[in-house]
Nanobody, 126 residues
């Protein structure tokens, strides 16, 4: 699956952004999709994921209640709505896909995702 992110930018703390990830080659509803982020010098970590066939939606503790992951099957696009942004949210955000199926008991890791977008920079100023 080919993935192309958009929607990043520079915003002030407290504001919102919505990231989009357009997919081609495979349906976003047929695989697990995730958003990850990577700050300079740090590892790439899960922000949110959404499963297929009734699979669960997961969020990093740091974004729960502020971020929301969704997908539009008709547009074959994954979204990440980010509200109440904080300077700590500054990072490059990547969307990714995997055929692995997740339940409540297992957590997605970047190494389990085989398809990646090029990333989009999100910078939150204080």
């Amino acid at each position: 699956v080919r993935l192309v992110e958009s929607g990043g930018g520079l915003v002030q703390a407290g504001n919102s952004l919505r990231l989009a990830c357009a997919a081609s080659g495979e349906s976003v509803s047929d695989i697990t999709m995730g958003w990850f982020r990577q700050a300079p010098g740090k590892e790439r970590l899960l922000v949110a994921s959404i499963g297929w066939l009734g699979g669960v939606t997961k969020y990093a503790d740091s974004v729960k209640g502020r971020f929301s992951i969704s997908r539009d099957d008709a547009k074959n696009t994954l979204y990440l709505q980010m509200n109440a942004l904080e300077p700590e949210d500054t990072a490059v955000y990547f969307c990714a896909g995997t055929r692995k199926y997740y339940t409540l008991s297992n957590t997605p890791h970047a190494r389990e995702f085989g398809s990646w977008g090029q990333g989009t920079q999100v910078t939150v100023s204080s």
